[in-house]
């Protein structure tokens, strides 16, 4: 079995050229896998069926290994079941059928509106570094971008006029955007500042060199700028949370938002909802005289 698993290793590295650092994770999910077979005497890939791997998933999720770990070991399993039947080494697929156990579901980190004012309501020097991230600030929270959608921002997407720009989002599906008053006026300042530095491209956020900033710079620039004046970490799709979740509160229109957001799936959408309730439930434990709890010693 193991001369079996190490032949796919070599399929991996070989024919797939996957990177090192994804043949290590599923020579190592798999390698769980080769344990079971050994300990339940299990002694080829063809006796391996569901129902084993049915109770290796249990085991796994048992023993505390997170919904996404059993996922991606199953995903592997399918991978090389794929191969072995390929091989004609095996008929059949064990993780067929087969989903990992639902996690619970994490709700994303946002900042609260007073606390998005102050990120963005402090004074801006008049200078190109400053005026910059500024803008970036303003445009992922006015606008709901994603990190790559900013990073790929070319001037020619930007209607400053109207108010609108148009990101290339996942799929290469393209969609136009509002973008708010305060987030305009923070990019017609960081454009007058751009061409000092002789832009190689037509890329809207650029270095002092005048090269494209990549996705490390700006994630970079943004933590910086929370803990400057948040004290606090921040990241980009912080930002894009903030965004959703601030409009939903606002116009209940779930369907609005995963229009800008660009969500191919509504479920993906309604994370947001989940924040709203809990905000609701907050204000309601705080608030209302039958939700207070009384000390238990009285």
Same mark, same amino acid.
């Given at each position: @079995?193991?001369r079996?698993?190490?032949?796919?290793c070599?399929?991996?590295?070989?024919?797939?050229?996957?990177?090192?650092?994804? +043949?290590? #994770?599923?020579?190592?999910?798999?390698s769980?896998?080769?344990?079971f077979?050994?300990?339940?005497?299990?002694?080829?890939?063809? #006796?391996l069926?569901?129902?084993? @791997?049915?109770?290796l %998933?249990?085991?796994l999720?048992?023993?505390?290994?997170?919904?996404r770990?059993? #996922?991606?070991l199953l995903?592997?399993?399918?991978?090389?079941?794929?191969?072995?039947?390929?091989?004609?080494l095996?008929?059949?697929?064990p &993780?067929n059928?087969?989903?990992?156990?639902?996690?619970e579901?994490?709700?994303?980190?946002?900042?609260?509106?007073?606390?998005?004012?102050?990120?963005?309501?402090?004074? %801006?020097?008049?200078?190109?570094?400053?005026?910059r !991230?500024?803008a970036?600030?303003?445009?992922?929270?006015?606008s709901? +971008?994603?990190?790559?959608?900013?990073?790929?921002?070319?001037?020619?997407?930007?209607? /400053? &006029?109207?108010? /609108?720009?148009?990101?290339?989002?996942?799929?290469?599906k393209?969609?136009?955007?509002p973008?708010?008053?305060?987030?305009r006026?923070?990019?017609? &300042?960081?454009?007058?500042?751009?061409?000092? #530095?002789?832009?190689? !491209?037509? &890329?809207?956020?650029?270095?002092?060199?005048?090269?494209?900033?990549?996705?490390?710079?700006?994630?970079?620039r %943004?933590?910086?700028a929370g803990?400057?004046? +948040?004290g606090?970490?921040?990241?980009?799709? @912080?930002?894009?949370?903030?965004?959703?979740?601030h409009?939903?509160?606002?116009?209940?229109?779930?369907?609005?938002v995963?229009?800008? +957001?660009?969500h191919? !799936?509504?479920?993906?959408t309604?994370?947001?909802?989940?924040?709203d309730?809990?905000h609701?439930?907050?204000?309601?434990?705080?608030a209302h005289?039958r939700?207070?709890?009384?000390?238990?010693?009285?």
């Open positions: @079995m193991e079996q698993l190490d032949a796919y070599t399929h991996l590295r070989s024919e797939r050229q996957v990177s090192s650092h994804t +043949l290590e #994770a599923y020579r190592r999910d798999l769980k896998v080769l344990g077979c050994e300990k339940q005497h299990i002694e080829s890939w063809k #006796a069926d569901v129902q084993s @791997m049915r109770s %998933v249990s085991r999720h048992q023993d505390g290994q997170s919904s770990s059993i #996922a991606r995903s592997a399993v399918r991978g090389f079941y794929h191969y072995l039947n390929r091989e004609g095996c008929e059949h697929d &993780a059928g087969l989903s990992p156990p639902k996690g579901r994490r709700l994303p980190k946002t900042l609260d509106a007073d606390r998005a004012l102050q990120l963005l309501e402090g004074g %801006v020097e008049d200078e190109f570094l400053a005026r !991230d500024h970036i600030l303003e445009l992922f929270y006015s709901g +971008l994603r990190l790559s959608e900013l990073t790929g921002l070319n001037c020619a997407q930007l209607d /400053l &006029a109207d108010g /609108l720009v148009e990101v290339l989002g996942k799929g290469s393209t969609r136009v955007l973008v708010g008053r305060k987030a006026e923070a990019l017609d &300042a960081w454009l007058k500042q751009r061409v000092l #530095a002789n832009p190689l !491209d037509d &890329a809207v956020f650029i270095s002092q060199q005048g090269r494209r900033l990549g996705p490390r710079s700006i994630q970079l %943004v933590k910086a803990e400057r004046e +948040l606090q970490n921040l990241h980009p799709h @912080m930002l894009r949370h903030s965004f959703a979740s409009l939903l509160e606002s116009s209940q229109d779930l369907r609005g995963q229009e800008l +957001l660009g191919a !799936d509504i479920t993906t309604q994370i947001y909802t989940h924040l309730f809990q609701l439930a907050t204000v309601y434990d705080s005289p939700a207070k709890r009384k000390d238990p010693s009285e």
